[in-house]
């Protein structure tokens, strides 16, 4: 993983951000850059407890 993630550069922006339940979080990032495809969008679904992150899935 160490070699891939230094084999492409890119940029990435928060393009949006939502509550999805009561404790339940959606940050959705774009990726843009040299890498296959060149672009995608990375949603960061997560849940909060006790004001750390206790399940984090990053999905296309």
């Given at each position: ?58 999905e296309p």
């Amino acid at each position: 993983m160490t070699r891939t993630a230094g084999e492409y550069t890119y940029t990435t922006e928060l393009i949006g951000a939502q509550q999805a339940g009561a404790d339940r979080y959606v940050a959705t990032h774009r990726l843009e850059g040299d890498f296959p495809g060149g672009v995608v969008d990375l949603h960061y679904r997560f849940r909060l407890g006790g004001g750390l992150i206790e399940d984090l899935r990053i999905e296309p």
